[in-house]
Antibody, heavy 120, light 110 residues
């Protein structure tokens, strides 16, 4: 079964840092581009970042550029999101998704997500 | 405010056909494919339509997608109570250099 399981969320103060992880299983992780998408509970989906299959190409939404870093360890089948200088507006559920066919960007599957709360 | 515009809500009775629109521009839908996602209450989003009009295995043929110019549409025929969910369109945007989502449409089955 293809599965993505996120971890690492929690409560952090403004200006703080957090590292999210996404463990992949059931498919050849190193073959796929991967993305992070976030969703404020009750609100819509927002794309955050993507990384290509070998980790050398990354892109970020303007709202997180310079603060967040996406990376991957293909040997460990794991995707990461390092989040620095966190702001209240970064509060959301963060989900990792597999890009089934880059550059067509159709996301399947989605992880259940991990909640990040930025608050003092 | 989302770059892709969807109606915030839609509704229909069981058995009816409903359509959800997704309006974009020449930097996104006009030149890139559109994908649709369904998010049932309390669950993660699920791929519903990819490459404008393709259904993943397991998605009923009651769901169909189309694209014309800078707009796309998701149609659901034979509406069922379990179709009650939030629906999102998505596409790459060359101006923003990233994936953009519509604001989502909450479908209510009356």
């Amino acid at each position: 079964e293809v599965q993505l399981v996120e971890s690492g969320g929690g409560l952090v103060q403004p200006g703080g840092s957090l590292r999210l992880s996404c463990a992949a299983s059931g498919f050849t992780f190193s073959d796929y581009w991967m993305h992070w998408v976030r969703q404020v509970p009750g609100k819509g989906l927002v794309w955050v970042s993507h990384i290509n299959s070998d980790g050398r190409t990354t892109r970020y939404a303007d709202s997180v550029k310079g603060r967040f870093t996406i990376s991957r360890d293909n040997a460990k089948n794991t995707l990461y999101l390092q989040m620095n200088s966190l702001r209240a507006e970064d509060t959301a559920v963060y989900s990792c998704v597999r890009d089934r066919e880059y550059p067509y960007n159709w996301f399947d599957p989605w992880g259940q997500g991990t909640l990040v709360t930025v608050s003092s | 405010q989302s770059v892709l515009t969807q109606p915030p809500s839609a509704s229909g009775t069981p058995g009816q056909r409903v359509a959800i629109s997704c309006s974009g521009s020449s930097s996104n839908i006009g030149i890139h494919i559109v994908n649709w996602y369904q998010q049932l209450p309390g669950t993660a989003p699920k791929l519903l339509i990819y490459r404008n009009n393709q259904r993943p295995s397991g998605v009923p043929d009651r769901f169909s997608g189309s694209k014309s110019g800078t707009s796309a549409s998701l149609a659901i025929s034979g509406l069922q109570s379990e179709d009650e969910a939030d629906y999102y369109c998505a596409a790459w945007d060359d101006s923003l250099d990233g994936v953009i989502f519509g604001g989502g449409t909450k479908l209510t089955v009356l």
